[in-house]
């Protein structure tokens, strides 16, 4: 595999749902980031840039081959009753090796970020959701509104992917609600933030009740404005992040929505939702695909079940409703298992092993979809599958590969 820079202009960086494709690394040793001065691209880059963690598989902290190492784990998985398969992160080839694995073993499934997934699938569930893309957002919309968040903070390179101060956005408007206007934006680009009364929920309420025209007393100026410069846009787009809707968020996503559906009676609007990473979006839609359901599902004794609320890993973990976790994290290192009193098996990157808080259980290290293997990823909106390009081979078998071959020994035991 050669390391010259050119290898790798087509890099696309999978660390977080937007999967920008537009920098690149300058080679496979140092994973320097050219063309982007993103952090969160950089923090994730340092983390795999030491090449020198053990990346032998243990079983209770004594190395092991990878072929004991899933034959361990099947004997104790095939032990388990209700097990619990956490963290999720995976691209498309792992869920769906994922799914078969969860359908032979009667799993509850659950991404490490799914009561905030569950925001924007509620709210889709019960009331359907105007959706666009970044495409669209780039060619088309001239008005930007974020509400509750200020996106740059943990998708650096959003507004960049909006297209925002490139010559030709049609974008002339940019509006923070309930949160400042963060430092990072475009050249040019100029924001303005309105602070609220500390309440989004009421916020939002009332500017869909301003964008209805429907009477307020009291009515904020500053939220009037806002829903006047709606209804003069010609495509305004209303921006949230799933993981920084505080609870019940569902609701609020609801309520942008019927913002939204009110705007598409006389102009155009639509809503662009922030979350996913890690694989999280992509497991839910292969599990859609595969079974009519997302995740907080599993194929259980009465037939396929969707608890959304009953099956969250958290509640689950605090109710000792399951006995065994299988906990997978191959993006990111630091997202380990919750310290929990429970049997279990961890899949990540070499550089989790030191960061595993005890050394019982087993653990297998497994390739990085970007890095050190090939793979694809859903983007956050939805509407395109990503390919990942490995920029150099360690030796390490996907997350596809150990999951299979824990099915294969499995299936063998019975």
Do not use: K
């Amino acid at each position: 595999m050669t390391e010259a820079i050119a290898a790798y202009a087509a890099w696309t960086c999978p660390f977080c749902s937007l999967l920008c494709d537009g920098y690149g690394l300058s080679d496979a040793t140092s994973l320097s980031l050219e063309g982007s001065d993103c952090p969160r691209a950089r923090a994730a880059l340092d983390l795999h840039r030491d090449r020198s963690p053990d990346a032998t598989p243990r079983i209770d902290g004594t190395p092991a081959s990878l072929a004991d190492a899933i034959v361990a784990a099947a004997q104790r998985m095939d032990r388990w009753r209700q097990p619990l398969f956490g963290g999720l992160g995976v691209d498309i080839h792992g869920a769906r090796a994922l799914y078969r694995l969860a359908v032979r073993t009667r799993a509850i499934c659950d991404a490490a970020d799914g009561a905030a997934l569950m925001h924007g699938l509620r709210a889709l569930q019960d009331r359907g959701q105007y959706q666009t893309t970044l495409g669209e957002i780039a060619s088309r919309a001239d008005l930007l509104v974020c509400v509750g968040t200020p996106a740059v903070e943990h998708y650096p390179e959003f507004f960049r992917r909006c297209g925002l101060g490139a010559a030709g956005s049609p974008c002339t408007g940019l509006v923070f609600l309930g949160v400042p206007a963060p430092a990072r934006l475009p050249a040019g680009v100029h924001a303005q933030a309105l602070p609220g009364s500390g309440d989004l929920y009421a916020d939002v309420q009332q500017l869909a009740a301003l964008v209805a025209r429907r009477r307020v007393p009291g009515a904020d100026p500053a939220l009037a404005a806002l829903a006047g410069r709606l209804h003069e846009a010609r495509y305004a787009v209303l921006v949230w992040e799933a993981g920084a809707l505080p609870a019940h968020g569902a609701l609020l996503v609801e309520a942008l929505g019927r913002i939204v559906a009110t705007l598409n009676g006389t102009t155009r609007a639509a809503t662009f939702p922030l979350g996913g990473s890690d694989g999280a979006s992509s497991v839910n839609q292969v599990f859609a695909w595969l079974s009519g359901l997302p995740l907080r599902s599993r194929a259980g004794p009465l037939g396929a079940e969707h608890e959304p609320l009953r099956f969250g890993a958290d509640r689950l973990l605090a109710d000792g409703a399951v006995d065994g976790l299988l906990w997978i994290s191959s993006f990111d290192a630091t997202r380990t298992p919750p310290p929990v009193d429970l049997p279990r098996i961890v899949l990540g990157p070499a550089a989790m092993a030191s960061r595993l808080q005890e050394a019982g259980g087993i653990f297998v290290p497994v390739a990085t979809p970007g890095i050190n293997a090939g793979g694809h990823l859903l983007r956050t909106d939805g509407t395109v599958v990503v390919p990942l390009s490995a920029v150099r081979d360690d030796g390490l078998p996907g997350v596809d590969v150990v999951l299979q071959g824990l099915a294969d020994a499995l299936e063998s035991r019975t």
